[in-house]
């Protein structure tokens, strides 16, 4: 959770972070819908509605992205290493979360296919 931690300090909004953080407290069935989580980013999150999977390919290689940790509501928590972008297409029916701390990066994926961006 380490890694949701740090999502949650560096990409929402500073009025909401306690909120996320008391979810990640909870039972994982009643944390791991992000439904509307969106609503709740800051400046630094950009949402691109269309050309996702080319957005997150084009982020991935512009920042040497390799690695990241997973957050899917049926799948959990898992560490991506290589990032597999079919992986995340299979779960497209929920919302999920790639966070790549070492690069200051963390991605959002929506369950109607568009993407936050979010940079440090």
């Not at 740090?6 to 992000?34: C, G, H, M, P």
């Not at 512009?62 to 299979?90: A, F, H, T």
Request: with cysteine; hydrophobic share 40%.
């Amino acid at each position: 959770m380490e890694d949701f931690l740090y999502f949650v300090r560096t990409f929402v909004a500073k009025n909401r972070q306690e909120r996320w953080i008391y979810l990640s407290t909870k039972k994982w069935e009643k944390f791991a819908d992000f439904n509307g989580m969106e609503n709740d980013f800051n400046e630094n999150c950009i949402l691109y509605e269309n050309n996702a999977e080319e957005i997150f390919f084009q982020t991935v290689q512009d920042k040497g992205i390799n690695r990241g940790v997973y957050l899917e509501y049926w799948s959990g928590i898992s560490i991506m290493s290589p990032i597999d972008w079919n992986q995340i297409n299979k779960t497209s029916s929920c919302e999920s979360l790639l966070i790549c701390k070492d690069e200051g990066v963390a991605f959002f994926f929506h369950h109607e296919g568009w993407i936050w961006v979010c940079k440090k």
